[in-house]
Nanobody, 127 residues
Framework: QVQLVESGGSLVQAGASLRLSCTAS????????MGWFRQAPGKEREIVAA????????FVKHSMRGRFTISRDSAKNLVYLQMNNLSPEDTAVYHC????????????????????WGQGTQVTVSS
C-alpha cells in the first residue's frame, strides 16, 4: 500500500511560482511511476506531468511546457512539481498519483493507469 500526501498549494497572484511536493510512504519512489494531475471546478481531471521510475523520463503536458517541471528526490522519497508564471487558468486541485511499473523508463498518461492517489492540494491563482 502506498500513501501519498501533497503539500505546497496556496493562493498566489498571476505570474508567481509555486513548488508542490508529494511525499510517498509505503514504497520508495524509485519503484513507482509518479504523476501530477489537476482538476478545476466543472472540468475533467487532466494530467499535468509524470516521471518514470528511473527519473530519466519525464512528461509535461504541452500546454504547460516551459512553465512546469517535474522532478524527484529519491533520498527524501519526494516528487516535486515546480510551477512558474502561474495564471488564473492554473487554478485547480492538484493531485499526486503513483503506480507500479515493470520498466524503469515507463510513463503513464491516463489517470486510470494509476493505483494510488493523494487527497490533493489547492492552487488558486488570482488575476
Amino acid at each position: 500500500q502506498v500513501q501519498l500526501v501533497e503539500s505546497g498549494g496556496s493562493l498566489v497572484q498571476a505570474g508567481a511560482s509555486l513548488r508542490l511536493s508529494c511525499t510517498a510512504s509505503g514504497r520508495i519512489v524509485n519503484d513507482l511511476v509518479m504523476g501530477w494531475f489537476r482538476q478545476a471546478p466543472g472540468k475533467e481531471r487532466e494530467i499535468v506531468a509524470a516521471i518514470s521510475r528511473s527519473g530519466a523520463t519525464t512528461f509535461v503536458k504541452h500546454s504547460m511546457r516551459g512553465r512546469f517541471t517535474i522532478s524527484r528526490d529519491s533520498a527524501k522519497n519526494l516528487v516535486y512539481l515546480q510551477m512558474n508564471n502561474l495564471s488564473p487558468e492554473d487554478t485547480a486541485v492538484y493531485h499526486c498519483a503513483a503506480a507500479g511499473a515493470e520498466f524503469v523508463s515507463s510513463i503513464y498518461y491516463d489517470d486510470k493507469q494509476y493505483d494510488y492517489w493523494g487527497q490533493g492540494t489547492q492552487v488558486t491563482v488570482s488575476s
